[in-house]
Nanobody, 117 residues
Framework: VQLVESGGGLVESGDSLTLSCTTP????????VGWFRQAPGKERELVAR???????TYGDSVQSRFTISRNSARNVYYLQMNSLKPEDTAIYYC????????????WGRGTQVTVSS
């Protein structure tokens, strides 16, 4: 499964961005899709997760600011990011989980989000 993220960019503190994750040329219906991020010198962290059943989970640092969603008809998962802060600067990745107990097996190459103060 090939995943492609898009929508990153350079924004100012307080701005919004929407990231997209899709699989070109096909469909996918994983157990869950997660958005992760990794900043320079830091561990990769889970930002948001959406299961097939619609259950959503968010990291503490983005709770109430970020929203994960999907458009099943278009085969796209989104990460709406509001009230962005400089500490949100990172490469953002989407990944799929085939079953609840499985690791995230498929990853995109990431999209850079940079938030200036």
């Amino acid at each position: 499964v090939q995943l492609v993220e898009s929508g990153g960019g350079l924004v100012e503190s307080g701005d919004s961005l929407t990231l997209s994750c899709t699989t070109p040329g096909g469909t996918f219906s994983p157990f869950a899709v997660g958005w992760f991020r990794q900043a320079p010198g830091k561990e990769r962290e889970l930002v948001a997760r959406l299961t097939r059943a619609g259950s959503k989970t968010y990291g503490d640092s983005v709770q109430s600011r970020f929203t994960i969603s999907r458009n099943s008809a278009r085969n796209v998962y989104y990460l709406q990011m509001n009230s962005l802060k400089p500490e949100d600067t990172a490469i953002y990745y989407c990944a799929t989980q085939s079953i609840m107990t499985a690791p995230y097996a498929y990853w995109g190459r990431g999209t850079q989000v940079t938030v200036s103060s």
